[in-house]
C-alpha cells in the first residue's frame, strides 16, 4: 500500500501537471495544465478540447501545451508531472514512438531542452486530481476553446484544498521486485 498525494516541486521550481481525457468512442479530448509554486499556490491553469485518436495523443498534446504554458510564465526550472506512463516513456525515450505521435513527442522533446531545467515525472492519477477534473471540465463544457486561468476555477477549489493540506489517498501497488 503506498499514499499518493500532490507533491510540491524544490524551491525555486515551478510544479506543471498535465493530463488528458479521452470521450467514449467520439474522437475528443479535453486536455488539461496548471502551474503551482512550492507553497503550493496556483499560479496559472488552462483546458481546451480537441480532437484525437487516442488517449495518448490526447496526453501528448496536454503535455505540448503545458510546456508552452510554462515558458510563456517565464518558468525555467519545472517539474512536469503526468500520469500516462507511455507519453512519459516517450519522452525519456524508453519506448518507441507511435507513428501518428511522432511529430507531437518531438516537439514535446524540444520544449524539454529550450533552454530550462526540466525534470519529467510519472505519477498516479491520485496525484494529478486537480489537471484531471480540469481534463474532464474541457471535455464537457469548453467547446474546442482554449481557456486560461489566472485563478483557479470553482469546480476545483476542494481539490486545490486538498493538495494545499498535504492529502494523501492510498493505492494498492504491486510490488515486481
Known sequence: MEWIGWRKPPLGWLNVNVDGSMAENQGTAGVGSLVRDENRTWKGGFAT????????????WALQ?????AWEMGCRKVTVELDSLSVY????????????????????????YKNRVVSLKNVYREGNQVVDHLAKMALKHHRNNFIKWRTPPSGVANLILKDKLGTVSSRRVLNCN
Open 65 to 69: 501545451f503545458g510546456f508552452r504554458m
Open 89 to 112: 516513456n516517450w519522452g525519456k525515450g524508453l519506448q518507441q514512438i507511435e507513428n501518428s505521435l511522432s511529430n507531437v513527442i518531438q516537439e514535446c522533446k524540444e520544449w524539454l
Open 49 to 60: 478540447r480537441l480532437m484525437c485518436r487516442s488517449i495518448e495523443e490526447a496526453e501528448d
